[in-house]
């Protein structure tokens, strides 16, 4: 069985900073692709950032600069560094990672919210 496990959502105001992780356990031999996604209401599930095994990074445009993914091979974990927060940041924020466990599989964590005030 593998879990995902965000936590570090909240609220903050514009301008403020958030630090979401995203632990992932179970029975896996190692973890590919690890990434970042948000929702808002009515809109599509968006890339925010992903991060590669080799430490390769991509970043939606409207968050370079501000944000800067990250990941601890060791701890299995990848986080997110959220700066200089805008309200239009604001959404569901869902850690996704492809996992070797003999063969690739895509897992989602449950999501955690991000809300920012104006």
């Known amino acids: 069985q593998v879990q995902l496990v965000e936590s570090g959502g909240g609220l903050v105001q514009a301008g403020g900073s958030l630090r979401l992780s995203c632990a992932v356990s179970?029975?896996?031999?190692?973890?590919?692709?690890m990434g970042w996604y948000r929702q808002a209401p009515g809109n599509q599930r968006e890339l925010v950032a992903d991060?590669?095994?080799?430490?390769?990074?991509n970043y939606a445009d409207s968050v370079t600069g501000r944000f800067t993914i990250s990941r601890d091979n060791a701890k299995n974990t990848v986080y997110l560094q959220m700066n200089s927060l805008k309200p239009e940041d604001t959404a569901v924020y869902y850690c996704?990672?492809?996992?070797?466990?003999?063969?690739?599989?895509?897992?989602w964590g449950q999501g955690t919210q991000v809300t920012v005030s104006s």
């Open positions: 996704r990672a492809v996992v070797w466990i003999g063969v690739l599989r895509l897992y």
């Open positions: 179970g029975s896996i031999f190692s973890i590919a692709t």
């Open positions: 991060i590669t095994t080799g430490g390769s990074t």
